[in-house]
């Protein structure tokens, strides 16, 4: 792949990637792909459980266990048991989404008894007419009549909509 250019041009690539071969160990022959060093082998174990020799022979003591406990506060105290448990809370979702923040109860306004009705008839409307679409027992003339109630409930629910926004209020609040 070499171009002509002499060995000690450094945009040789060739060159540039034996002396980075050399520098890890590795030798690289003419015609021949560069091989890593043979790794060691480990020694076979006869058991086949065992870790090796910086696992402990023996099971942790009480005291070992106290001490792990006094590092790590938060595993609680096991022998408390779930009533008296003297370990952390779990915290539910909310908590750890809002903290310490209520948010502020929206202020509606209470609906009149004509927008109470449209949504009824809206509501209601649409459940007869399912009814109807749905099963025999209905007779189709009910279905009829929820479809029109539907279309009542919705007209009667837009004509009270506000036709325009306040100009000074774009919905922000600090």
């Not at 041009?9 to 034996?18: G, L, Y």
């Not at 022959?29 to 065992?50: C, F, I, N, T, V």
């Not at 022998?79 to 952390?88: E, L, N, T």
């Not at 449209?118 to 189709?140: D, I, K, R």
Request: glycine content about 12%.
């Amino acid at each position: 792949m070499s171009t002509g250019r002499s060995p000690s041009d450094p945009r040789d690539v060739d060159a540039e990637f034996a002396r980075m071969l050399e520098g890890e160990g590795m030798v690289v022959r003419p015609g021949r792909a560069p091989q890593e060093p043979a790794a060691p082998e480990e020694p076979q174990r006869d058991d086949p459980w065992d870790i090796g020799p910086e696992s402990p022979a023996e099971p942790p003591s009480d005291e070992d266990r106290a001490r792990s406990r006094a590092a790590h506060p938060a595993l609680g105290d096991p022998g408390a048991g779930i009533r008296g448990a003297a370990g952390p809370r779990e915290l539910d979702d909310e908590e750890v989404l809002y903290g310490d923040f209520e948010p502020p109860d929206p202020d509606l306004p209470a609906p009149t008894t004509g927008t109470l009705w449209a949504w009824t008839a809206l509501a209601g409307g649409f459940a007869l007419m399912l009814a109807a679409a749905l099963t025999v027992v209905v007779p189709t003339i009910l279905g009829w009549a929820g479809g029109l109630c539907a279309i009542g409930g919705l007209v009667a629910l837009l004509l009270r909509a506000p036709r325009s926004r306040d100009e000074d209020d774009d919905g922000a609040e600090v």
